[in-house]
């Protein structure tokens, strides 16, 4: 895990526009899954200087807009999805059988 101090010193440095709680516990809930996968991922990010991790964050948020854009797809808050496209409109997580992601 990446020390509190570090993260929060590189989430001040990023380009991510909206970087409240909601935003930094996504990127960092999917770091923890993906070091899940890839156990040499928390020793080469502590590894790393605030700015240098910044960094990482900038492409991890960029990623993930990329995505959504890409897809046409939004979540509108914690239990509902945007589709847009041909369908433009909101459906229920729970309606599609996925479980509601609850930030810790």
Same mark, same amino acid.
């Given at each position: /895990?990446?020390? @509190? +101090? ?21 990127? @960092? ?11 040499? %991922? ?5 590894? /790393?200087?605030?700015?240098? %991790?910044? !960094? =990482?964050?900038?492409?991890?948020? *960029?990623?993930?807009?990329?995505? +959504? ?5 939004? /979540? !509108?808050?914690? @239990?509902? =999805?945007?589709?847009?496209?041909? *369908? ?13 992601? !609850?930030?810790?």
């Amino acid at each position: /895990m990446i020390t @509190t +101090r570090k993260l929060t010193k590189a989430f001040s440095l990023t380009k991510i526009a909206h970087n409240g709680p909601a935003t930094q516990n996504h990127i @960092t809930h999917n770091i923890d899954s993906a070091s899940d996968k890839r156990p040499d %991922l928390n020793a080469i990010l502590n590894g /790393m200087t605030a700015k240098q %991790l910044s !960094v =990482v964050l900038d492409i991890a948020s *960029y990623c993930f807009k990329a995505g +959504r854009a890409d897809t046409g797809a939004e /979540m !509108v808050d914690s @239990t509902g =999805v945007w589709i847009g496209g041909d *369908y433009q409109q909101i459906i229920d997580l729970e309606k599609l059988g996925i479980k509601p992601h !609850v930030a810790h």
